[in-house]
């Protein structure tokens, strides 16, 4: 397999009281998708937060590549390459598509210290061409996301993490509230990662899901690693039993 | 139908301004056309920037997610800490810059608490509205000072344009619009104004520095109610301790009428000038059809509460009936 692009040594996180990751180590390889499963509250969400930026680490190391980093914000996550799709919270409802796409990272006229004027007709152009690129099809990109089904907001979230070209694309039970069609698609895209040169770690409660769409199956429980393991060494029954 | 849903969905002030041109035609028509006459015209639009300004402050703030209600309070403190201070013998530029900064220090304060031990900023602001109107009775000892005579207010106060149709106050008015509105709506600040109002966490896990913006929005808001108010003191040319009484109601009514979401995200700065011009349409149409002034209360009450409801309603069907389709 070579060496880990992500290497997580020894991690913790308290939330005041709550103990939520143990001493968590876990390598995740180049152009594998990892699959996360584990009941609610295991940690996954947390262990991925971490990554992306979102919360800090109180104990532990991080590797990217065998250099160790601080991922200190969302914004340096993703300056390493790493995009997250959250569970419940990826996309903002009352924007529009184009709005919602480039967050954090408009194209702008100019700026000054940062901030400036957001060059629309490039960001709506090059919005639709991110959405057409993940096969969804919507009205405008001046449409807002609550006016979309849960699948294509999911799209527009996949869409965006694509478009800047992550190297690792963290996806957080992406499959909540969708219908079975646009579950099977967000499935056949995370399958599609490698392909595409895209490391992929799919977080899910649902162990089929990881077995169709994964290569590997992590699973936590109450906040440590209990099972690691290549799909094809393993099935359904003895994660199950690790759970 | 779906059209107007959704044009609607992605223009939320549309109904403000359906609702505007409705009411400038039936008071046109009661008052006998002295409503749009260019005497009262004047007289209106002298008005506008001073309740305007402050929706203004309020609207964006609503947007990112916060309230203020300490703005009636700031619209009397800052015009009287310039008075006082100009009164002292300091010139009339740097007392107007102690007033902003005073006006900053305000917004800041609301900002910090409500940030910091993470509360409705409903109630630090209500807070800081007895606070600081609390302070403006005290500086002033119990007598309001005297606007000297000498102060260049001519730039704020004096009659501008062909005719003599609008004060010099309305153009500063449609200056910090314009700067707020190519803000909110084209700048990319004004992108994670509204992500951060609309969802705080998703904005946040973008990057979008949502402390910043926040903080940047209570300051926006203090200081353009402390301009607007010292506008007002220097048309009447007496800086009252009790002006501004009641105005952060009007200033919310005005951005919701302009159709700004209570729950954030959702609003225009046209919407809030909108909100502010229905606001003074209505006060002064109700005086020229000869109604009795206590009803304008009332209308604007009224207003607000059906705004509130046919704005919730109007995004509920929408939704609903998925315009996407
Ligand atoms: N922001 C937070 N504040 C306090 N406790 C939290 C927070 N996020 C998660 N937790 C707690 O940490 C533990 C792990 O949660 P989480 O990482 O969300 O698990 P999972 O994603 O596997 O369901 C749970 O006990 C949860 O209640
Ligand atoms: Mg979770």
């Known amino acids: ?217 992590v699973a936590m429980a109450r906040g440590e690693i209990v099972f690691d393991k290549p799909i094809g060494e393993t099935n359904v029954d003895e994660v199950s039993e690790a759970l | 139908m779906r059209k107007l849903f959704r044009i609607y969905l992605e223009k939320p002030e549309l109904a403000g301004i359906a609702l505007l041109v409705l009411l400038t035609v039936i008071f046109e028509l009661r008052s006998d056309g002295i409503f749009l006459s260019a005497e009262n015209l004047r007289g209106m639009l002298g008005l506008l920037p001073e309740v305007g300004l402050v929706s203004i402050g309020v609207t964006v703030l609503m947007i990112c997610g916060e309230f203020d209600l300490s703005v009636g309070s700031m619209f009397a403190l800052m015009p009287v800490s310039v008075a006082l201070m100009t009164d002292r013998g300091i010139p009339f530029i740097p007392a107007m810059l102690l007033g902003l900064t005073i006006a900053a220090a305000v917004g800041l304060v609301n900002g910090f608490i409500t940030l910091t031990f993470n509360i409705p900023s409903f109630i630090t602001t209500l807070g800081m509205l007895f606070i600081v109107r609390s302070l403006t009775v005290v500086v002033t000892g119990g007598f309001p000072p ?60 973008m990057g979008v520095p949502v402390w910043r913006v926040k903080m940047t929005c209570f300051v926006m808001c203090s200081v353009l109610a402390g301009f607007g108010g010292t506008i007002q003191v220097f048309r009447l040319g007496a800086p009252l301790p009790s002006i501004g009484d009641g105005l952060e109601l009007q200033a919310v009514a005005a951005a919701v009428i302009g159709g700004t979401a209570l729950t954030g995200g959702v609003g225009t700065v046209l919407g809030a000038v909108v909100g502010a011009l229905l606001i003074r349409v209505i006060d002064n149409g109700l005086v020229l059809s000869q109604v009795d002034a206590n009803w304008f209360k009332c209308a604007v009450g009224g207003l607000t509460i059906f705004a509130v409801v046919a704005n919730s309603w109007l995004r509920w069907t929408a939704r609903r009936i998925k315009v996407e389709g």
């Not at chain 1, 584990?38 to 800090?56: E, M, P, R």
């Not at chain 1, 993703?78 to 194209?107: C, H």
């Open chain 1, 1 to 217: 397999m070579g060496a880990p692009l992500i290497s997580v040594r020894n991690l913790h996180k308290w939330y005041s009281s709550v103990h939520a990751l143990k001493g968590v180590s876990l390598n995740v390889f180049p152009g594998e998708v990892c699959g996360l499963v584990g009941d609610n509250g295991a940690g996954k969400s947390t262990l991925i937060k971490i990554l992306s930026g979102v919360h800090q680490p109180d104990r532990g190391e991080i590797r990217i590549s065998d250099r160790p980093v601080k991922i200190t914000s969302p914004k340096a996550a993703m300056k390493l390459g790493i995009e997250t799709i959250y569970q419940d919270n990826s996309v903002v409802p009352t924007m529009s598509i184009a709005r919602n796409m480039f967050l954090g990272r408009e194209p702008l006229h100019f700026a000054i210290a940062g901030l400036g004027l957001i060059d629309h007709q490039r960001m709506r152009d090059e919005a639709m061409q991110a959405i057409a690129d993940v096969d969804l099809r919507v009205r405008s990109p001046d449409a807002l996301l609550s006016e979309l089904s849960g699948g294509q907001r999911q799209g527009v979230a996949i869409a965006r993490a694509m478009h800047f070209k992550s190297r690792v694309l963290i996806l957080d039970e992406p499959t909540n509230h969708l219908s079975v069609k646009e579950t099977t698609k967000v499935l056949a895209f995370v399958r599609s990662l490698p392909a595409q040169r895209v490391t992929g770690i799919l977080i899910s409660h649902n162990l089929h899901h990881v077995f169709e769409s994964c290569d590997r199956i």
């Open chain 2, 146 to 205: 005297l606007l000297s005579g000498d102060l260049p207010i001519g730039i704020f106060t004096q009659y501008v344009g062909p005719g003599g149709m609008i004060r010099a106050s309305f153009i500063w008015f449609v200056v910090v619009a314009v700067v707020a509105g190519a803000m909110l709506g084209g700048s990319n600040f004004g992108n994670w104004i509204r992500a951060t109002g609309g969802l705080l966490d998703a904005a946040a896990a």
